[in-house]
């Protein structure tokens, strides 16, 4: 019941770092271990989202830092992070939601610039 306890936290903990971040939406009130994150803008449209959140995926998990997947959620493309390890603490957080912040902040300046060229 403590290890629950503590990775309810934890999510809760991830969402509220990462919900501080432009172009991040949590996507779900974080009452258990899931963390459901949206990448863009409000101007950006359904696809292009799912174009950002997969290149963040791709990144985040080449970085290994941290393992997330997709999946497709209220007709979006997310990125879905679950809470499980026994041995997470809160380091761990913060490696997490900086490794997210660092892809976020890299898929954002590139797409940027590809938007800018076109």
Known sequence: AAMVRQHCALARRIAADLAQVP????????????VILRFGHDGDGAERRKV??????????????IFVAGATWRGE????????????????????????????????IEASSETAIR
């Open 52 to 65: 950002l959140a997969a290149a963040v995926m791709d990144r985040v998990v080449a970085d290994g830092i």
């Open 23 to 34: 172009g991040i939406l949590v996507m779900n009130d974080v009452v258990l271990n899931q």
């Open 77 to 108: 493309w997310v990125m879905r992070i679950s809470v499980i390890s026994g041995a997470i603490a809160d380091e761990d957080v913060s490696m997490a939601t900086s490794a997210i912040r660092a892809a976020w902040t890299q898929v954002s």
